[in-house]
């Protein structure tokens, strides 16, 4: 089965074996798959996907082989359209979720949440022992230094390779302590009523990963009301910041 090639910068497919969510924090306010949830209830309400309320939970068992059917090794970006930690999502499907995981190391796989805690638990309590697979990636998510208490349970989470996303930077991330951390992606929010976000605060995050030396940094993009401003326009300081972890 092929995939779809993802728009988001630092991915190449997305995988969503769940569908929906629901605000927990600022950074949650103009969320991106809301909007396009939203849109696509208008356009299809009988939709199976997305012929729901937002905040309505959705289990999708014939996704959970998706991985396994692509055949090529990717960067997968796992719930892009939920968050693989909620609440309504029974542990028993997170762990069959981390099954196809594990059994697909040609794959990488970019799990990225606001609920740190329940990933802490989750994944201390999967691998007690030893620490999650180094082609599993776990991040969370960080849009101002009122949140950066994630990035401490993310520190305390047995995990190869840890990830943060500074998007919607929506605040000086300055103080926030790197330590532990492989990779940070930054950006700014997109989309009607975009919450500007300033040039120094991304330099900032960059400027503290460079010194930190093994801390890869990816810069996604200004954003805008309009235009979102990626790719060849995602420029800092007149180059692009497309890292990723070693």
Aim: charged share 30%; hydrophobic share 35%; aromatic share 10%.
């Amino acid at each position: 089965m092929s995939a779809s090639t993802s728009k988001i910068e630092w991915t190449n497919s997305t995988w969503n074996p769940t569908t929906g969510c629901a605000q927990v924090s600022p950074g949650c306010e103009r969320c991106y798959a809301m909007r396009l949830v939203n849109t696509r209830q208008v356009l299809n309400p009988k939709s199976p996907r997305y012929g729901h309320p937002f905040d309505e939970v959705m289990l999708h068992y014939d996704r959970l082989d998706q991985p396994s059917r692509w055949r090529s090794p990717r960067r997968i970006f796992v719930d892009s359209m939920s968050d693989l930690f909620h609440r309504d999502i029974p542990d028993e499907f997170i762990g069959r979720i981390f099954d196809e995981m594990e059994r697909n190391e040609r794959h990488v796989f970019q799990v990225l949440t606001k609920r740190a805690e329940r990933m802490k638990r989750f994944v201390n309590r999967r691998y007690s022992n030893a620490k999650c697979p180094a082609h599993v990636w776990l991040g969370v998510s960080i849009e101002n230094i009122d949140y950066a208490w994630r990035e401490t349970m993310l520190r305390g989470t047995n995990a190869a390779v840890r990830w943060i996303s500074a998007e919607p930077l929506i605040g000086s991330l300055a103080k926030l302590d790197l330590d532990g951390i492989d990779w940070l992606v930054a950006g700014g929010e997109s989309g009607p009523g975009a919450r500007p976000m300033q040039e120094a605060w991304v330099r900032e995050l960059r400027d503290r990963c460079v010194a930190a030396k093994r801390v890869a940094f990816f810069f996604k993009q200004w954003g805008g009301v309009r235009k979102k401003r990626g790719g060849a326009e995602a420029l800092l300081d007149g180059r692009r910041w497309t890292e990723y972890p070693a």
